[in-house]
């Protein structure tokens, strides 16, 4: 008997669910990052052993959406949710408690799929407060996703409860999702970690060209800003951001293809992208509509 299932990670931004996703798989997918909203897309890794895969689905935060990107990062969430045999609802327990998720993720109904409550960042907790929050939620799990610490209790939860089912997919596959997407991902990563205030949240990275068979691979790459006052700030003086985010990215990237890389980055100016469900729609985002909300 094995099984397999789809398990969604949902919860407020920062609550370490791409620290989780990239704990369980055992290498790192999705972006993880101090600053919030920093998963805007779902990120798929699979966890396969003898008996059991699990397709993990990282999701962006929940929030109110302020604007056209927010509503195709709620919908996205709000997808995978509908997708799950598991939802796991992933609480920081250092700063919030767990909440109505059908509420939280603005759902039209509760999900069909069994929720477990997971409680993150225990490790930060005094011993004094631990306990009280095993008497208070006895049938939440806690975790460190940082340390490792109750992920092993976790993932025994976690099977007990997906359906008995064939694999879904190759036993030895990691993520259903192409490596463009990584190293999209990637770019961005490097573009939060390098930049601060609001810059990070207006750039958006698409792969202009993905040369396999080519020795280094070549990479190019269109990272999408705002206004040109962004464009100088990314570039910096003499091109010096620019190459230092290029620098990092590309270490990340070589970790994950296991080759040489050339990373050809360009900054062009994508007026008003976030509010724009056009070029929202261009750059690969689903933005709802009246009809397609669940």
Same mark, same amino acid.
């Given at each position: 008997?094995?099984?397999?299932?789809f398990v969604?990670?949902?919860?407020?931004?920062?609550?370490g669910k791409?620290?989780?996703?990239?704990r369980?798989?055992?290498?790192?997918?999705?972006?993880?990052?101090?600053?919030p909203q920093?998963?805007?897309?779902?990120?798929?890794?699979?966890?396969t052993?003898?008996?059991?895969?699990?397709?993990? &689905?990282?999701?962006?935060?929940?929030l +109110?959406?302020?604007? *056209? @990107?927010?509503? !195709?990062?709620?919908?996205?969430?709000?997808?995978?949710?509908?997708?799950?045999d598991?939802?796991?609802h992933?609480?920081?327990?250092?700063?919030?408690?767990p909440?109505d998720?059908t509420?939280?993720?603005?759902?039209?109904?509760?999900?069909?799929?069994?929720i477990?409550?997971?409680?993150?960042?225990?490790?930060?907790?005094?011993?004094g407060?631990?306990?009280?929050?095993?008497?208070?939620?006895?049938?939440?799990e &806690?975790i460190?996703a940082?340390?490792? +610490?109750?992920?092993? *209790? @976790?993932?025994? !939860?976690?099977?007990?409860r997906?359906p008995e089912?064939p694999f879904l997919?190759?036993?030895?596959?990691?993520?259903?999702q192409?490596?463009r997407f990584?190293?999209?991902?990637?770019?961005?990563?490097?573009v939060?970690?390098?930049?601060?205030e609001?810059?990070?949240y207006?750039?958006?990275?698409?792969?202009?060209?993905?040369?396999?068979?080519s020795?280094?691979?070549?990479?190019?790459?269109v990272?999408?800003?705002e206004?040109?006052?962004?464009?100088?700030?990314?570039i910096?003086?003499?091109?010096?951001?620019?190459?230092?985010?290029?620098?990092?990215?590309?270490?990340?990237?070589e970790t994950?293809?296991?080759?040489?890389?050339?990373l050809?980055?360009?900054v062009?100016?994508?007026?008003?992208w976030r509010?724009?469900p056009a070029?929202l729609?261009?750059?690969?985002?689903?933005?709802?509509?009246?009809?397609s909300?669940?």
């Open positions: 008997m094995t099984r397999a299932g969604t990670f949902v919860g407020r931004p920062n609550a791409s620290t989780l996703l990239n369980l798989v055992g290498t790192r997918l999705a972006i993880v990052s101090p600053k920093s998963t805007r897309e779902r990120v798929v890794g699979i966890l052993d003898d008996t059991t895969q699990l397709v993990l &689905l990282d999701t962006p935060g929940l +109110e959406p302020r604007y *056209a @990107l927010h509503k !195709a990062m709620q919908y996205a969430a709000q997808q995978a949710i509908a997708d799950a598991l939802v796991v992933l609480v920081d327990a250092t700063s919030d408690r909440e998720l509420a939280l993720a603005q759902l039209p109904a509760p999900p069909t799929a069994p477990l409550v997971v409680l993150n960042k225990v490790d930060q907790l005094a011993p407060r631990r306990e009280a929050l095993r008497e208070e939620f006895p049938d939440a &806690l460190s940082a340390t490792g +610490e109750g992920i092993d *209790a @976790l993932l025994a !939860a976690i099977r007990r997906v089912s997919y190759p036993a030895d596959d990691i993520s259903t192409q490596t990584f190293v999209a991902e990637f770019i961005r990563e490097a939060m970690d390098q930049l601060e609001e810059v990070p207006g750039v958006a990275v698409e792969i202009d060209e993905f040369r396999e068979g020795t280094p691979l070549y990479i190019r790459a990272l999408h800003v206004r040109e006052s962004q464009k100088r700030i990314l910096g003086s003499g091109g010096s951001r620019i190459r230092e985010i290029g620098r990092a990215a590309r270490e990340r990237i994950l293809v296991g080759e040489p890389v050339f050809d980055l360009w062009k100016v994508l007026a008003n509010r724009n070029a729609a261009r750059l690969g985002f689903q933005v709802p509509t009246e009809e909300r669940p």
